[in-house]
């Protein structure tokens, strides 16, 4: 198993979680996956690419963007995409699919953003 399968994999193990992704920015293409809807993320990885360019693009003369996350909500679901590494148009994107009758949402965040630096050291 590779290491980044492995990082994956213990963000996934964080519990309401059921899809995880790691896309490149500059690409949109999945550089890794594991959970349910596997395949739709592959398609969904040059959209997600996008949107995460978009939320970084120009956000004023002489400010950089350190961070970001961006929160989709429905009534079962958080979508949650954070912005692991971006520099110069390319980076890396972390899309989480995150059941909200399974888990506390602020839990959640936390172990992503406590496990997000395993993810760039991959």
Known sequence: MSAISE???RVLRTPGIRAVALVDMGTGMVVGSAGDQTMDLMAAGPGLAEEAR???RS???????????????????????KILEYSGGEG???YADIDLAQTNVALATLQI??????LLAS
């Not at 953003?113 to 395993?118: A, G, N, V, Y």
């Open 59 to 81: 956000p004023g003369p002489g400010v950089s963007v350190d961070a970001a996350t961006v929160t989709t909500m429905t009534a079962r679901s958080l979508y949650l995409t």
């Open 113 to 118: 953003d406590r496990l997000s630096p395993e």
């Open 54 to 56: 978009l939320a970084v």
């Open 92 to 94: 890396l994107l972390l």
């Open 7 to 9: 990082s994956i994999g």
